[in-house]
């Protein structure tokens, strides 16, 4: 079955056990949200499905290749990883950052073709970023900023894309818009697996969530099930108010429970 | 042409005019016509030994060296992500000089004068090794700098150990004169010694433009853009201390060239860490040339040593284009 397949992997970094026995997968075409308290292994889980960290045992494939058979170009070409926090240590123009997303299509001399120019401009088009092309991200606004990089992660073609928190930091509205590109990506047929702290977000966006809680899954299914009071309760130590509008199920961490 | 294109042509035609200049002017100053003669002419003519044996290797020695600073800057500033990042930082500079004052100090000179580049060289390879089992087994950029502040460091504490031995001012002043830098007096043999070292050091950075750019947006993401990290930071670390070294092992410590070349270059030419590599080579290799040139403004005595020039006009210039750039650096 086409698709990112983790299979029962297990990390440890210095002697800590990160993840333990995780299985996850996420198919094309859905938003697969990764939520969990501070420290449940949510980023580790993604920097071991990216080869950036060791994993001390289990498999992973990406439709039906085992990781372990493609090279890094290979594998840079399926998933896409969009970092948390997203530094850029050069004051580049943004067309260059997006840029960089055709680094695995081409070798150390190639000077960009045609396609990959195709491919930046769908990217900056689809992320709404086509009019900072010349700025240098060093004068971007944080939103401005937010979609350029997430242009970049775009215009690699990869089919998977990995998100580490990326609305951290951004006010409500570029937060909304940078949820709504995670969604419409998802259905122009792309993969999206995104690492949440806005359960709101969680459950108004994803198609499923993945609850990850001291270096476990606790359960991976369908948004509402997941976000039950139970499981917000014993993994999260809140209660929560939920309504609906405009068609939306709508959620907002409440009050912090007594640990009784 | 791009800005790009225009940027390198420019330095390129600098520099070749500047090495012309260097060839005409010294103790004696020649013509054109003259310095043509005598680089075809007949090799007993004392002016062909001038121009030949004195002045061209010293010309190319220049370029070379400066382009190996120059180089080195920009690939170190690049795989370290700091802009104040130089060659100086991991730790072949000083040790190159320990080596050379060792040398100094056994009073190999008067044995044999190429003692002193190669004890030099000796030190320089010493620490590329030490930094290349580090760097095989560490991937941390900020372990890399501290051990090339150790590595430096420890042999900072060594040269004044030597110097604190030392038996007659005399030689303390040669140890000195020896890391102010100079290009004074080199021949052949010393562009021998050096030149396969830093063609060595090229040769293992030589297609790392992709690499360095797609590290300005951090290493886990240009590793998950298919470039493998580990080694490039090990061929940069390397390379550069491989031909960084040998540039210091034949002129001495010569300051300020491996740091701000890449910042005149960028604000020149381009911000693309990848591509400021050809540019801060030719850019290195005319600063040089150049401030050799002012150490034989007869005016100054022989004494104004290459390294202090470089540093003269280093540091004004760093200080300036820091100051127009800041906004960009936030």
Redesign the interface.
Known sequence: MSGLDIQNISLDLDGNKILENVSVSVREGEVVGLIGPNGAGKSCLLKSILGLLDIKSGKISIDDQNIDDLDLKERAMKMAYAAQGAPVYWPLTAETIVGLGRVPHLNPWQKLTKNDKIAIDYAMERTDCADLSDRLVTTLSGGERARVLLARVLATGAKYILADEPVAALDPSHQLQVMNILSSLSKSGHGVLVVLHDLGHALRYCDRLILLNDAKVIGQDVPEKILSDQNLKNIFGISASRWAENGHSLLSPLNVLDET | MSRYVFGNTVLLVALIIVAVLSLLFGRVDLSFTEVVDALFGNPNDPLTIIVRELRLPRVILGIVVGAAMGVSGAALQGVL?NPLADPGVVGVSASAALGAVIAIHLGAASIWPMLIPIFAMGGALAATFILFLISARESSVLMLILVGIGISSLAMAAISLVMNLAESPMTIRDMIMWMLGSLENRTVSDLLLALPFILFGWLMMI?????L??????E??A??????IKGLKLRVVVGSAISVGAAVAVCGSIGFVGLVVPHIV?ALIC???GKILLPSALMGGLLLTLADLVTRIPQFSTDLRLGVVTSLIGAPAFLYIIYQ?R????
């Open positions: 992500r297609n790392i433009g992709q690499g750019n797609a590290l300005s947006i951090g886990d993401t590793q998950t853009m298919g470039i493998n960028r911000n693309e860490p750039t906004k960009n650096m936030r």
